[in-house]
């Protein structure tokens, strides 16, 4: 009988404070370049070495679904390149029929797990409910889509603000 056990990912949080969670724990190896103390790093590393964390990088294919999803959710501009493979790999071991649980205290990564479906345990913040964001200019109102990569407003010169979609 083959027994599945829980693919834990953990992002560069749940690397810091690690505890052992009973399963598979893996990360993505931009988490371990976020990593920027010296007795982290260490720390870091002897998990590595010693087996206790595994390091793996997400298809593309999952990755370029991430961006998708989160331009649709406004998280585009919050999430970090490290946020996005984090949440590919999750994905992706969904697809593959594993059971997932993302370790994060990250709210734009719980807002997209909760769009994907996939478990998170945060270590010490938890979103309270799922947002969707829009983005409007602070001085005109001009609402611009969440893929507008400009800071400021192209019509007015205002600030671009990030805004809860009512």
């Known amino acids: 009988m083959n027994i599945k056990k829980t693919i834990f990912i953990l992002d560069t949080t749940a690397l810091l404070y690690y505890t052992r ?47 998708d999803l989160a331009v649709e959710s406004g998280d585009i501009k919050i999430l970090s ?20 649980i993302v370790i994060t205290d990250d709210y734009a990564i719980q807002n997209i797990l909760e769009d994907l479906g996939i478990r998170y345990r945060p270590l010490s913040r938890k979103i309270k409910k799922r947002i969707k964001w829009i983005y409007v200019c602070s001085k005109c109102g001009k609402h611009f889509s969440t893929d507008y990569h ?17």
């Open 21 to 67: 969670y009973h399963g598979v724990n893996i990360t993505v190896e931009k988490a371990l370049d976020e990593v920027k103390r010296i007795d982290e790093k260490r720390l870091v590393s002897g998990l590595v070495e010693g087996g206790l964390i595994s390091i793996e990088n997400p298809p593309r294919k999952y990755i370029n679904k991430i961006r």
């Open 81 to 100: 390149d490290t946020d996005i493979e984090i949440l590919a790999l999750a994905l992706y071991y969904k697809m593959k029929g594993e059971e997932v």
């Open 150 to 166: 400009e800071d400021v407003c192209a019509y007015c010169g205002g600030e671009i603000v990030r805004r809860e979609k009512v």
